[in-house]
């Protein structure tokens, strides 16, 4: 199929156009034509398939075909993170160039003002994180009265964030007469509660689900010692790679510390995490999309959905003990059919995760052992009945972190989506293993 198939107006075909798309990926396929017919969809579709043009390109069109008054919010994209939320509006702005809509991308973690002039100054499509748009709505600065299309992206992100309830305030706040739009990359029993709940006969599209990871990613396992991996991680960056890359941590502290220790090895790198403020986080977001700095490193939230064009590597600095976050992680990299390469390291913690990983994805992982700090010594460390690590001599990982909750339903605000194993110091100078 190509677009000119999908009936699209002259301005959104020619700002597609531009955007260099020539045919539409499978759920853009699918969704356009039904959203455009005014159905309610339920997509289960992860980042990576094309799901922000699949849910933006028909709204702007629906929108466009009506008289636009600027005093009413038309259109609500909710997404769970600030990330997230900047990208679908630059989408928006992207292929809405050449229509007269406007839209606006709000969230929290900065000084309302600006935001709040924009919004006066009228808004047809508003992206919105929850906590910051329940803000503005307690202020009376918006009403959802007048909504005629609700998005929901990233459900079951909303539900690992704690998110839930804010989601279920606000959707009590809409229309009732209105299109909702629903996208989860998976779909757990409080999900598929939800989307039963707010939609109405939907159009259910499911693309490539989340256990299948793209045939376009080249996946690797390297095996290491924990303390190891710091100078792994420069070894591969200066003889092997030498693209851009992005590293996922575990931890807010752990992507911090990989960040120095790859700057004190004139690699260029900066992290990007919750505890960093707003700014700052887009600034390395944007150092990082134009090459100025080589290495982005990443807790999960952070790095959710991030959309970098042409991301060739994706390094996981330990592996997740959710296995669907591997599927997300390296869904980074290998984006709408272009190639990528992903590799792990994994250490005796992390051999559990790699078990369940494979499972998942149904395949194992190729294992790399030509560099300097290949083991073949990893014996996987136990793991209690809470899944923590049972050190030597019966000693549990009591000094490390707590461990974010799995995809639970756990309702409680994580510090990061996965923190669990912390860095240990290493036990000597150069980082190697003391025998
Ligand atoms: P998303 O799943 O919305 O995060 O989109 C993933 C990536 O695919 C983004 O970089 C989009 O710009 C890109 N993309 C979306 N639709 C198409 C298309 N039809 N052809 C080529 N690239 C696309």
């Known amino acids: 199929m190509n677009f000119t198939d999908l009936n699209l107006i002259e301005p959104i075909a020619k700002a597609i156009q531009e955007q260099g798309y020539t045919n539409p990926t499978p759920i853009q396929e699918r969704s356009i034509p ?12 992860q980042t990576g398939t094309g799901k922000t043009a699949a849910f933006s390109i028909p709204i702007l069109q629906n929108l466009s075909k009506n008289k636009i008054s600027n005093n009413h919010i038309k259109a609500l994209i909710l997404t769970p993170t600030r990330e997230l939320a900047i990208q679908i509006e630059e989408n928006i702005n992207a292929y809405g160039k050449y229509l007269p809509l406007k839209q606006l991308v709000i969230f929290g973690g900065v000084k309302q003002g600006n935001q709040e002039a924009a919004l006066k100054r009228g808004v047809d499509i508003l992206v919105a994180t929850p906590g910051r748009l329940l803000d503005f709505i307690a202020q009376g600065i918006i009403s959802l009265r007048n909504l005629e299309i609700f998005v929901l992206d990233e459900a079951d992100r909303m539900l690992d964030m704690g998110f839930v309830h804010d989601v279920k305030r606000i959707i009590k706040l809409l229309p009732q007469k209105r299109q909702t739009l629903f996208f989860s990359a998976t779909m757990p029993g409080e999900i598929q509660k939800l989307a039963n709940s707010i939609l109405n006969n939907p159009v259910k599209v499911e693309v490539t689900p989340v256990s299948s990871t793209a045939d376009t990613i080249k996946q690797s396992v390297y095996f290491v010692e924990r303390e190891n991996k710091l100078n792994l991680l420069s070894h591969i960056l200066k003889n092997d790679i030498a693209d851009s890359v992005l590293v996922f941590a575990r931890t807010k502290h752990g992507a911090d510390k990989i960040a120095r220790k790859l700057q004190k090895d004139n690699i260029s790198a900066e992290a990007i995490h919750g505890n960093k403020s707003q700014n700052a986080r ?17 807790t999960d939230i952070a790095a959710r959905g991030i959309d970098i064009d042409e991301l060739k590597f994706v390094i996981n600095f330990e592996l997740s003990d959710v296995s669907e976050t591997y599927v997300h992680r390296i869904g980074r990299t290998g984006r709408a059919g272009s190639e990528g390469t992903s ?28 560099h300097p700090f290949h083991t073949d010594d990893l014996v996987a460390e136990k793991r209690d009945s809470n899944n923590k ?47």
């Open 343 to 370: 590799i792990s390291f994994v250490d005796s913690l992390d051999l559990l995760n790699l078990k369940n990983t494979e499972k998942l994805i149904g395949k194992k992982i190729p294992v790399i052992k030509d």
């Open 282 to 298: 887009q600034n390395a977001l944007n150092n990082f999309k134009s090459g100025k700095t080589r290495v982005l490193v990443a």
């Open 389 to 435: 690590p049972v050190r030597a001599g019966g000693e549990q990982g009591a000094k490390q972190p707590p461990r974010g909750p799995r995809n639970n339903g756990n309702k409680k605000k994580p510090s990061s989506p996965t923190a669990s194993v912390g860095f240990k110091k290493p036990k000597n100078k150069n980082f190697t293993r003391k025998k």
């Open 34 to 45: 039904d959203i455009l017919q005014g159905r309610d969809f339920l997509g289960c579709a």
